[in-house]
C-alpha cells in the first residue's frame, strides 16, 4: 500500500469515526427538552387552574384515563366555566372567537416523545399513578414546561422499582414505599414501548 494510500485510508477513518461521534451525541438528547417551555397561543395558567381552583387534570384532559393521548381540551371545554367567569378578558375573547369560528387552538406541544416511542396514557392513569410523577407539579406552574427528561432511563427506573413515586418538598420524583409488581405489571419488555 503506497503512503498515499494509507493517507487516505487514515483520513476516512477518521471522519467517519467523528461522524460516529457527532451522531451519537445527537441520539443521546433525543426526546429530552427538560426545561423546554414554549409560548402558546392563549396564556394559560395551570397553576390557577389546577393549583388554586384544584380543577382535576381529567376535566380538561378527558382522554388520559381513555386513551393513548392525553388530548388537548377543545375550546368548548373551558367555555363551559368561561362563558360566566372573565368572560370579557382578552385570552377567554380568543377561546370565545375560535369557538365561534369552529378553529382549533394551536397549542405547542410540550412534552413530546419520539416518533420510535410508544406511550399510552390511560395504562398509566388506570394503574394509579398521578399525572405529577412524569409532568411534575403543573399545578405551580403558570406556564407548563417539560419538567423532567422524560427519557428511556426516567421511565425504566420507575419501571423496575415497582414502588410508588411521589414529589419530593423540590417537585422532584421520589420513591415513598413498595407497591406490588403485580398492581402496576410494568413490563421493561422493549417491544412495549418500542414497537
Known amino acids: 500500500m503506497s503512503l498515499r494510500t494509507a493517507k487516505i485510508i487514515s483520513l476516512l477513518v477518521t471522519l467517519i469515526g467523528v461522524a460516529v461521534i457527532w451522531q451519537g451525541s445527537n441520539f443521546r438528547g433525543l426526546g429530552n427538552q427538560q426545561g423546554y417551555q414554549p409560548a402558546q397561543p392563549i396564556n394559560f395558567s395551570h397553576k390557577v387552574h389546577a393549583g388554586d381552583n384544584q380543577i382535576q387534570c381529567l376535566y380538561c384532559h378527558s382522554s388520559a384515563d381513555k386513551?393513548?393521548?392525553a388530548g388537548i381540551p377543545a375550546a368548548s371545554?373551558?367555555?363551559n366555566c368561561h362563558s360566566k367567569i372573565l368572560k370579557d378578558s382578552p385570552e377567554i375573547q380568543k377561546i370565545a372567537a375560535a369557538l365561534a369560528q369552529n378553529k382549533p387552538i394551536e397549542w405547542v406541544k410540550v412534552n413530546d416523545l419520539p416518533d420510535h416511542v410508544a406511550f399510552n396514557h390511560?395504562?398509566?392513569?388506570t394503574a394509579g399513578l398521578k399525572c405529577q410523577q412524569c409532568h411534575g407539579p403543573v399545578e405551580t406552574m403558570d406556564r407548563v414546561e417539560q419538567f423532567d427528561a422524560l427519557?428511556?432511563?426516567?421511565c425504566v427506573a420507575c419501571h423496575r422499582t415497582h414502588r410508588e413515586v411521589t414529589l419530593d418538598e423540590n417537585g422532584r420524583p421520589t420513591v415513598t414505599?413498595?407497591?406490588?409488581p403485580k398492581r402496576l405489571m410494568a413490563s421493561t419488555d422493549c417491544s412495549v414501548c418500542h414497537h
Open 67 to 69: 386513551s393513548k393521548v
Open 177 to 180: 414505599k413498595e407497591v406490588s
Open 77 to 79: 371545554t373551558c367555555m
Open 151 to 154: 427519557s428511556m432511563g426516567f
Open 122 to 125: 390511560s395504562r398509566h392513569v
